[in-house]
Nanobody
């Protein structure tokens, strides 16, 4: 199983980025997908997730309205559109796949597979 995250980079505050996560080696359309992030010196935190067909989305309360998660099951890819970025959004962003999400999609323990992360840096 491989989850390849991409799209990170350096952006000014107020700008936008679109992260992608391409999955291989697993039945993508049978997995809930999530995004988490880890800022320097902080624990990893939930960002967004969506169910297998993308009909239900979940967001961290603090990010809702700026970030949008989506997926294309034909391309085995999940996306995270990030708008109005702030310096506090600086973090490594990880995508993850959950077959059962036994603890709910907001919890790390629900995910069996993780990508390597992509760094997002927002300058002020």
């Amino acid at each position: 199983v491989q989850l390849q995250a991409s799209g990170g980079g350096l952006v000014q505050a107020g700008g936008s980025l679109r992260l992608s996560c391409a999955a291989s080696g697993l039945p993508f359309s049978r997995h809930d997908m999530g995004w988490f992030r880890q800022a320097p010196g902080k624990e990893r935190e939930f960002v967004a997730a969506l169910n297998r067909i993308g009909s239900m989305t979940y967001y961290s309360d603090s990010l809702k309205g700026r970030f949008t998660v989506s997926r294309d099951n034909a391309k085995n890819t999940v996306y995270l559109q990030m708008n109005s970025l702030k310096p506090e959004d600086t973090a490594v962003y990880f995508c993850a796949a959950a077959y059962r999400a036994n603890f709910g999609v907001r919890y790390e323990g629900s995910y069996e597979h993780w990508g390597q992360g992509t760094l997002v840096t927002v300058s002020s």
